[in-house]
């Protein structure tokens, strides 16, 4: 966690630049299951990517690449959408 | 021989801002302002003025789509008054917060209830912690003079806030003066270009405006706010000079009349000091060593001028055009405040609300003790 | 290229919504905010009302967001986004823009910053005839301030301010019609989507970009929480809404109703009562009274459409 500033090294009514700003790593809101891709199964239809309200599928191009555990909060949309059942729930390490 | 025209406060400040041509003009109707956006608006009809007028459904629309407006990346005014401050009071607060440099023509009147549509201060005193710039004129060539300065004092780099150019609703709104206005490209001139640190419309570096703040920022977010309106202070100063050189007219942040010996010296804001700087010069003759002190810039206050004003008197009389139930009114307050530890004699009155009258002969009394807290009210008189 | 890829590609690996904000496990507001902004065919500075999206993307000194982004307050997303919109054509008229392309203003508000608390400033919006795009994402309560009953929340719905109880079968009146009223200031483009039918949202975002005046899209999202359901069906949930009829999905163009998802079946409005928990203490009475609604306003929607 980053340090907090003193008000005079605020920007002038609070804007923040997202260039400036870190992440904040809500994949500790896990309970105990992450997802995981069967990638011979995997069509890229990039719906996972679509549906995941975190923005944790990550991609190469227009290529299934991995997910952002660092923001995966384990909802499972990704595992229910994928059409072709690419994606399961599995323990989280 | 100066270019003199025959306008109201309201015409004044229309003139100012068709010369200061906005980009976004958000308007609502309130009496007694309205007849600044319908001056406003003329002009922008007949091509005069350059900017959008947008007719929104609500005050709160006004202040609102003002703030989208100027931090969008364009100069914005607008006008309002009583209900119509208070309607938008939320909003205010919020511009003040996001630094949106919005000016804003104030026809000071009362708040309701019962409804009045009449001069006093207390719209402006609803709003009075919410972090804007409030400065209060005397009279129609003020009211114009302060509305050319306000867009450089509210852009100022170290400001960056709403700057509100309060004029009594009526008294100055609608009375007709003899006013100098400026040429139009000095005016153009000395306003200069529109900048602020994030503009919506800049896609370069995209910023978030307006975030959620738990506890452990709000309350540093909250003093940066605090230096601005210190900064204002100084920048009123510097650009007040500038304006100074252009017209040959003063705009100080407190205004001494016969102040250096005097005894008694009132303090009072907007134009009622106009009257009682006649009852000054009629107490003078009868050698009645009384002054008066006008405050200009009630927010931010400048307690330091104030203090160094009333530093040789031995009698400080506030007259507020407001009252706070329950409490000090918000004049004498302040004032109370800067005089702490001072020894000077302090009394205060309550006038004029609802726009009920002060005259020149009322002075009298009030230097001489004879009335009462609230001047002018009708009241049973107590049993003997 | 599909249009989803198409979404992907034109993002450069810069999503307008990034992770990392603290919206709900499986919250169906993301998939909303990220369908319509990457259908819009141009860059969009965004105009969000309090709420969820608003609270949850911007604690201070973070943000989730990549475009550039306002909130001012609850009740005037509509005004502010406004005072943006006239602000770009003046500026642009008088030239003092830094980029050609023109940009999109898009509003973000929830059902309760839109069909009450909003109702106003969306009005004032859409009768000045604003070019802005209005998406509310309906998920029928005050969500952010934990479940309370708003104007959007279905009839029968438990909520707290709402709740079933002894004496109480949940909200009593039927929830507004708030397509209608927006048809209803004449503006050019209107419709009802949700995120279960994504290339039909998708689609409905870029007709309402490209409207030449104000474009109202209402967007029926879930809450997991609000609605007590498993996050992971919470697409499922809104796939229902449609399929039972509860939420049609059509738009209006220039006033002329269409259809633009006709249900195959007729599945009865249980099979979008049952699974939410908001719903689970309805009884007969009730469920005959939502399906006779959902009947007759189906009816309605199809005279329309015909005309």
């Excluded at chain 2, 609102?64 to 990346?73: K, N, R």
């Excluded at chain 2, 209900?83 to 003040?96: C, D, F, K, R, S």
């Excluded at chain 2, 800067?338 to 609300?353: I, N, P």
């Excluded at chain 3, 929480?225 to 999905?249: I, Y």
Aim: aromatic share 6%; net charge negative.
């Amino acid at each position: 966690m980053a340090a907090l500033s003193a008000w005079q090294q605020l920007e002038p009514g609070g804007a923040i630049v997202r260039a400036d700003t870190g992440r904040v790593r809500t994949g500790g809101w896990r309970t105990g299951l992450k997802p995981e891709a069967d990638l011979p199964r995997c069509v890229d239809c990039l719906l996972c990517w679509l549906y995941c309200p975190d923005s944790a599928v990550v991609l190469d191009g227009t290529t299934f690449a991995g997910f952002d555990l660092d923001v995966c909060k384990g909802c499972e949309i990704c595992a229910e959408m994928c059409p072709t059942g690419a994606i399961e729930m599995v323990p989280d390490a | 021989m100066p270019d003199l025209e025959l306008l109201t406060g309201g015409e004044a400040v229309a003139h100012a801002m068709r010369q200061v041509d906005p980009d976004v003009v958000p308007v609502y109707p309130i009496t007694p302002q309205t007849p600044i956006i319908q001056g406003f608006a003329k002009f922008v009809a007949d091509g005069k003025a350059h900017g959008e007028l947008i007719d929104v459904e609500s005050e709160h629309s006004a202040m609102s789509a003002a703030i989208g407006s100027a931090l969008a990346g364009a100069r914005t005014m607008t006008a309002t008054s009583s209900q119509g401050l208070a309607l938008m009071a939320e909003v205010v607060y919020i511009a003040a917060a996001m630094r949106a440099p919005i000016v804003m023509a104030l026809g000071n009147r009362a708040l309701s209830g019962p409804i009045n549509i009449h001069c006093d201060h207390s719209d402006s005193m609803l709003i009075r912690d919410s972090g804007v710039v409030q400065l209060f004129v005397e009279n129609a060539q003020e009211a114009y003079d302060m509305t050319v300065l306000a867009p450089r004092l509210a852009e100022h780099p170290d400001v960056l806030l709403p700057v509100l150019v309060c004029q009594d609703g009526f008294t100055i709104t609608h009375s007709a003066e003899p006013v100098e206005l400026l040429a139009d490209a000095a005016v153009r001139r000395f306003v200069g270009e529109y900048e602020v640190p994030h503009a919506l419309l800049d896609l370069e570096r995209p910023a978030t405006q307006g975030p959620f703040a738990m506890p452990d920022y709000y309350f540093e977010l909250r003093r940066a706010q605090v230096a601005a309106l210190e900064a204002a202070l100084r920048a009123f100063k510097d650009v007040s000079v500038e304006l100074t050189r252009l017209t040959g007219r003063p705009l100080t942040s407190v205004e001494r009349y016969r102040l250096a010996d005097a005894e008694t010296v009132v303090v009072a804001m907007g134009s009622t000091a106009g009257t009682l700087k006649e009852g000054v010069d009629a107490l003078r003759e009868d050698g009645e060593q009384v002054g008066l002190l006008r405050v200009v810039s009630f927010r931010p206050f400048p307690r330091v001028a104030v203090a160094r004003a009333l530093s040789i008197a031995r009698t400080v009389v506030v007259l507020d055009r407001a009252d706070s139930p329950g409490g000090a009114p918000p004049l004498f307050a302040e004032v109370a405040s800067a005089l702490y530890g001072s020894g000077t004699e302090l009394r205060g009155h309550v006038f004029g609300l609802g726009g009920r009258e002060l005259h020149p002969e009322d002075l009298r009394e009030i230097v001489s003790r004879e009335a009462p807290t609230y001047v002018g009210l009708r009241s049973d008189p107590c049993p003997a | 290229m599909s249009r989803l890829k198409t979404i992907v590609r034109d993002q450069h690996g810069v999503q307008p919504l990034a992770g990392g904000h603290s919206l709900c496990q499986g919250c169906g507001i993301p998939v909303v905010v990220r369908t319509v902004l990457g259908s819009l065919h141009k860059p969009a500075v965004v105009v969000n009302a309090t709420g969820c999206l608003e609270v949850a993307t911007t604690r201070f000194p973070t943000t989730a967001w990549n475009v550039p982004w306002l909130h001012v307050a609850f009740e005037n997303a509509a005004a502010v986004a406004s005072g943006v919109e006239s602000a770009q054509r003046v500026l642009r008229r008088r030239n003092g823009l830094p980029q050609e392309a023109d940009v999109a203003v898009v509003v973000f508000a929830g059902d309760g910053g839109t069909y009450d608390i909003g109702l106003q400033a969306l009005s004032g919006a859409l009768e000045r005839g604003h070019r802005l795009l209005y998406v509310c994402y309906d998920n029928e309560a005050y969500m952010n301030t934990g479940v309370q009953r708003s104007g959007a929340t279905p009839y029968g719905a438990s909520t707290t301010t709402s709740p079933a109880g002894l004496d109480s079968f949940g909200k009593a009146q039927q929830r507004k019609d708030m397509t209608a009223i927006a048809v209803a200031h004449g503006v050019p483009y209107a419709a009802q989507a949700c995120s279960a039918f994504w290339f039909d949202l998708a689609r409905k975002a870029e007709r309402g970009a490209a409207a030449d005046g104000p474009a109202f899209l209402n967007v029926l999202s879930d809450c997991p929480v609000g609605w007590g359901h498993d996050p992971r069906v919470g697409p499922r949930v809104l796939a229902s809404a449609v399929e039972t009829r509860f939420w049609p999905l059509y738009e209006i163009v220039d006033g002329e109703y269409r259809l633009t998802y006709q249900p195959r079946k007729r599945v009865p409005i249980e099979d979008w009562l049952t699974g939410q928990k908001r719903f689970a203490h309805l009884r007969q009475p009730q469920v005959a009274v939502i399906q006779r609604q959902v009947d007759a306003d189906w009816e309605k929607l199809l005279a329309r459409c015909a005309d």
